[in-house]
């Protein structure tokens, strides 16, 4: 079946970085749009950034002009460059990515199984 691995979570002080991987791999005919998404303990899950089949990106106010998505399509990976990491980022981080399977019809949104990120002060 389609899955999701994700790595390069950790614990990071405030103001380094750190680099999320996310690599699709199963019965795959296309990737369309692939994200990052995050929940921290209480708080609903937010979009971070997404990107689309063509490259435009989209990233939520909080995190622009600090992370950075981008993919390469030859490897099925979707990646999450992040910058002058914050306490308050710290979170679960889940990549998704809308998956055209091979012999179907439509598209279904596959989710990572979610990788730590812990900042400190």
């Known amino acids: 079946q389609v899955q999701l691995v994700e790595s390069g979570g950790g614990l990071v002080q405030a103001g380094g970085s750190l680099r999320l991987s996310c690599a699709v791999s199963?019965?795959?005919?296309?990737?369309?749009?692939m994200g990052w998404y995050r929940q921290a303990p209480g708080n609903q899950r937010e979009l971070v950034a997404t990107i689309t089949s063509g490259g435009s990106t989209n990233y939520a106010a909080s995190v622009k002009g600090r992370f950075t998505i981008s993919r390469d399509n030859a490897k099925n990976t979707v990646y999450l460059q992040m910058n002058s990491l914050k306490p308050e980022d710290t979170a679960v981080y889940y990549c998704n990515a809308e998956v055209l399977g091979l012999l179907q019809q439509l598209p279904f949104k596959y989710w990572g199984q979610g990788t730590q990120v812990t900042v400190s002060s």
């Open positions: 199963g019965p795959i005919s296309s990737i369309n749009a």
